[in-house]
């Protein structure tokens, strides 16, 4: 006793094959995942930074620092490209501790360095 064409098989007691294939899982809120909210509240934390935060990231030369300067909730435009920040998902204006050059990068590829920013030469 097979299944028709079109009918969906459950490969666990959440996850759907449907008749393409495809296998979907419905989101974590609606089954009861433990975790689930501790993820989502992970996720909040991450991306609240605040200009003067010394941060890091990773760039193509490996590990970068810098002190963020100001905080996008717009889309802008900057050396060339549109930065498509919003209230919801902000972006950050990061300057380099070693050259000082600028970069602009969302909350989830930084990180927060417990040392304090290096003193400036403004």
Request: charged letters at 25%; aromatic letters at 4%.
């Amino acid at each position: 006793m097979g299944r028709g064409k079109g009918e969906r098989a459950s490969l666990t007691p959440f996850a759907v094959v449907g008749a393409n294939g495809r296998v979907s899982y419905p989101p974590a809120r609606s089954v009861g995942v433990r975790g689930a909210s501790i993820a989502r509240s992970a996720r909040m934390v991450r991306s609240s930074f605040r200009i003067g935060d010394h941060v890091s990231w990773n760039s193509e030369a490996g590990r970068v620092k810098g002190v963020i300067k100001s905080k996008l909730v717009a889309p802008t435009k900057m050396k060339g490209y549109t930065v498509r920040a919003s209230e919801k998902e902000p972006q950050y204006v990061i300057v380099g501790d070693k050259t000082g050059h600028v970069a602009v990068h969302k909350g989830s590829a930084l990180r927060r360095l417990r040392s304090p920013a290096p003193a400036t030469r403004d």
